[in-house]
């Protein structure tokens, strides 16, 4: 028998930890705010004590709707460390998906700030009888609701009585909805302390770490960029909302080292007329992810920002892989390879393992894989692949293909692939070739029917400011580079491309758009 049985480190130990031995080091910076470990130590105590006190047991959900501030980030953890369940929403969803996600997250209770307080007062009715009294809102006066600083005042900063086991529940996000109803993904303790750990070592975090959040902080993107500083003892800054500017101030003014951000905000930094003005010198590390990043703006961002860049492919469900400055520019199509404890796959149709080269589904394993969708079994089997050694692996949906080295390159979406005449068409193939045209700056390529083919690919651009081309021309142009089976039968020119708040494209919302079109 062991002498010692060592436990497993989870996010409420690092929190409480770095509270005791880190003390007056800044945890936490908010515009004028500055917190330090010691003080967001006892705040986040007090938030999870007073939701205790106000009745919550251990496992119970808590949905915060708020925009980025320091109250949301203690809310957040706070909610964490009184072993509740932290549910924190996307703050651009409709009411009516706040509502449906309050109801299927089972919350009892709810913290929001300013007009999304007002947004959920308006559905109060429909989800009052199962979080009665427990609404908490920060800058805003609503009747029965408590204002955030009376609700945390008087509780306690001793750590919450609570035990917390690994394998418990920590959050619930819910996915930004891009291929259909959103789900709600559940990360257990074990979980997260995978992903602080593994990240924190793959984006290359220190006790020196000064993180920029300018994500909203609901993103797991934002969580990656926490955890890993958290876990590190670093320094979070936390951006209220995100500008090119603004950022680029906050790096100079903070000394910001480390950051994660999705392709479209650095396309913004690049081409913003203020590059050149701010000292960037501190930046060390910092993070891509979210949708694929074309080569020339990876070339661009490597040759422009200072410190390196990290391109990291993943989901929010679990599985990594990390395209390292050292490799960037020998494999700048990849998005890397995964990291150390994980493993992928590349399938046929008929679940058959492809050979090296060969495009199919990705489908992986990682020591820090979701628990599953909330109350979703069908989504859940829908996601699963059985290893024939009995794992349960992950589906992601996304086509890819390996190299011999290793390195994963993406293909296209399952859903996103246009099948016309009975071949299989990857639109990300006919988007990279437009890609190259100095008149697009931002291109979708979409299914629309056919009568002939079934399905055609057709091009929705966003044009550089300033540029003039016609749309036949633009579509003669790519057709002229493109594969005979790859011909875009049509191009649509827009103002901007419909993204979600990480900066994904919504595809699905282009094929509502011009479903009534046929070629």
Known sequence: MAWFTPDPLILPHTISQNARFLGSKQAVVCDDLSVSWSEFGDGTSQIGNALVDSGLEKGDRVVILMKNSYEMAEAMFGVIRAGLVAVPLNVSISDDAV??????????????????????????????????????????????????????????????????????????????????????????????????????????????????????????????????????????????????????????????????????????????????????????????CGSPLAASVKKDVVERLPGSFIELYGLTEGLVTILSPEDMLDKIDSVGRPCPGQDLVILDNDDNVLPLGEAGEIVGHCRFMMAGYHDNDKENEAATWMHPNGQRW??????????????????????????????????????????????????????????????????VIALMPGAEIDAEAMTGWANERLGKQQRIAATVFVDELPRNPNGKILKRELRKDYAHLSF
């Open 394 to 459: 992950l589906r992601t949906g996304d086509i890819g293909r390996l190299d011999e080295d290793g390195f994963l390159y993406l293909v296209d979406r399952k859903k996103d692939m246009i099948i016309s005449g009975g071949q299989n068409i990857y639109p990300a193939d006919i988007e990279a070739v437009l890609f190259e045209h100095e008149a697009v700056h931002e291109v979708a390529v979409i299914g629309v029917d056919s009568k002939k083919w079934g399905e055609t690919p057709m091009a």
């Open 99 to 288: 509502a449906g996600m309050i109801g299927n997250a089972g919350a009892r209770a709810v913290f929001a700030s300013g007009e999304h307080a007002h947004r959920v007062e308006s559905i109060r009715s429909a989800i009052s009888e199962q979080v009665g009294d427990r609404f908490i809102s920060v800058d805003a006066d609503i009747d029965g609701w408590t204002a955030y600083a009376d609700f945390k005042s008087t509780a306690s900063t001793a750590e919450p009585d609570v035990s917390i086991s690994a394998s418990d529940e920590c959050n619930i996000i819910y996915s930004s909805g891009t291929t259909g109803l959103p789900k709600g993904i559940v990360h257990s303790h074990a979980c997260r302390e995978g992903w602080a750990t593994d990240m924190a070592v793959a984006l290359r975090y220190h006790s020196g770490a000064r993180t920029a959040c300018n994500l909203g902080l609901f993103s797991n993107i934002s969580w990656v960029a926490m955890l890993s500083t958290m876990l590190a003892g670093g320094t979070l800054i936390i951006d209220r909302k995100f500008s090119p500017e603004g950022f680029m101030a906050m790096v100079e003014r903070e000394r910001v080292t480390h950051t994660a951000m999705v392709p479209l905000q650095y396309q913004m930094i690049l081409e913003s007329p203020d590059f050149g003005r701010y000292d960037l010198n501190s930046l060390e590390a910092y993070m891509c």
